[in-house]
């Protein structure tokens, strides 16, 4: 059903499309502005446009939450943390009824399968206990962290290690774009030159989804598939969080966002605090060295940005932006594929909109492999109410600055 949606989709995005050109052209070819009539007409083609590319972008998400990548690397050597075999499979069903009927219910075994893997956490701060959780098996952690990359560009495209512990994670950086090699005449002794290498460290820091509440007759009565739910409803909300981290973290008790360090390839002209122009896209292509500019370099924008680019044209009048000529296939900037990531700032006075490069070769995240969740019976009890809280430790950096450059806008 979501591949037809999404056929459909892409055939209306193309034949909007079209309409609008059409329009575009009969007025260049009469030498004219557009009339009333066919500014409303313009209108209305560009909000179905946005609708088809909206929906286009939400049967892509779908269809990769629907194949859930369960081949992570584990360095613990693939041994599963519940035991494997039949014990795998009794510890998926304890969580789930753990979750639907709460502790209180289960059976003495339930009971003691979770209670081999609950987790503490202590508030360094103080010394004193905090909330555990119980780790979430392995179908409910992979799903949920395919949600959480579906909720950010970057997370997609990044280079990504998963470790199955928190310690911090020594990580080697290098940058020899600068070094070549030499000629050597006969007889003549080869010259030195050492790798530039530097050292930074991944951390795990911890990413809460805050508390979802519950009522208990929807939990009891079982309406509702309460695992898929959930996994996907804490999922979004982790996945927002750190899809911003990705761009826009500080680095300090927090990941390092690609934003925040960035080179800035191509600034606009005085006058461009929202609007960009074609010569600026080349410029910022050419920013970074040819040897980045391979089949995996993109651009990652806001929708908010987006929506100027699909406006321009280039030195012979052909659009910039071109939609999908058919499914697989994406959609493109000036030849280059993009990613839409809200989380990216909207075009105003110096903003950093446009970020250009290989962003697997620019950020690396780190993910702890554990994924906790904890339910509250008490809190909200009055309100025959449950709570569900969960978290995912994570970290995230630029590895190779010289992999992307950023568009900014000018200052005034």
Request: a negative charge.
């Amino acid at each position: 059903m979501s591949a037809t949606l999404l056929k459909r989709a892409i055939e209306k995005q193309n034949r909007t499309w079209a309409q609008m050109q059409e329009i575009r052209r009969k007025a260049d070819d009469e030498g004219r502005d557009l009339t009333g009539e066919e500014r409303s007409a313009w209108d209305a083609a560009e909000a179905d446009l946005s609708e088809a590319s909206a929906d286009i972008e939400r049967f892509e998400r779908a269809a990769k939450l629907d194949d859930v990548d369960r081949g992570q690397v584990d360095p613990d050597g693939g041994e599963n943390r519940h035991g494997g075999g039949d014990t795998e499979k009794r510890y998926d069903e304890a969580f789930r009824a753990y979750i639907a009927r709460g502790m209180g219910r289960l059976t003495v075994e339930q009971r003691e399968l979770l209670e081999g893997n609950h987790v503490e956490l202590r508030a360094q701060s103080s010394g004193s206990d905090a909330a555990g959780g119980f780790l979430v098996p392995d179908g409910f952690r992979n799903k949920m962290t395919e949600v959480m990359k579906a909720f950010g560009g970057v997370a997609q495209f990044a280079e990504e290690i998963t470790t199955s512990t928190g310690n911090d994670l020594p990580w080697l950086t290098m940058d020899d774009t600068s070094n070549e090699g030499e000629i050597l005449g006969e007889n003549e002794q080869v010259g030195e030159q050492d790798v530039k290498f530097g050292g930074r460290k991944l951390k795990a820091h911890i990413f809460s989804s805050k508390m979802v509440k519950w009522p208990l007759a929807l939990l009891q009565d079982a309406i509702v598939d309460v695992d898929s739910l959930m996994s996907r409803k804490l999922g979004e909300r982790i996945g927002r969080r750190q899809a911003r981290a990705w761009l826009t973290g500080t680095g300090v008790d927090e990941p390092e966002g690609l934003l925040t360090n960035a080179t800035v390839g191509r600034t606009g002209a005085n006058g461009q605090t929202t609007s960009i122009i074609w010569e600026d896209l080349v410029d910022l292509e050419h920013s970074i060295d040819p040897a980045y500019r391979t089949a995996n370099t993109r651009y990652i924008l806001a929708d908010g940005m987006l929506k100027v680019l699909r406006k321009l044209k280039d030195g012979d009048d052909r659009p910039l932006w071109v939609p999908v000529p058919a499914p697989g296939m994406v959609s493109t900037i000036n030849g280059r594929p993009y990613t839409v990531d809200n989380s990216m700032p909207v075009p105003a006075a110096s903003a950093k909109t446009i970020i250009y490069g290989d962003i697997r070769a620019a950020y690396v995240i780190r993910r702890v492999r554990d994924v906790s969740m904890l339910r509250l019976n008490e809190r909200y009890a009055e309100y025959l109410q449950a709570a569900f809280l969960s978290w995912a430790r994570a970290d995230g950096m630029v590895q190779d600055p010289n992999a992307y450059r950023v568009y900014q806008h000018a200052a005034s």
